[in-house]
């Protein structure tokens, strides 16, 4: 009876996904302090919006990561 493999070539893209994830979990809310600490600057409104759609896409991104990973050691 053969032991099912993890499929390393997917888990790589999942860990590279994870960590561009991290980054954006980083920068996200560092941009939302800047825009939202500076209201007097013409660029607030841009800079908060930017960091709420990095935001959001670091949520969706930290999924599709996990997912791949575990499709990478439980694949059917």
Known sequence: MTQPRTDKQLLYKGIKIMALTGLMMFLGPTLLYIGIANKSSD??????????????????????????????????
């Open 43 to 76: 660029l607030s409104i841009i800079t908060i919006i930017v960091g709420g759609l990095i935001c959001l896409v670091a949520i969706v991104m930290a999924f599709y990561g996990l997912n791949t990973i575990m499709k990478s050691m439980f694949k059917k």
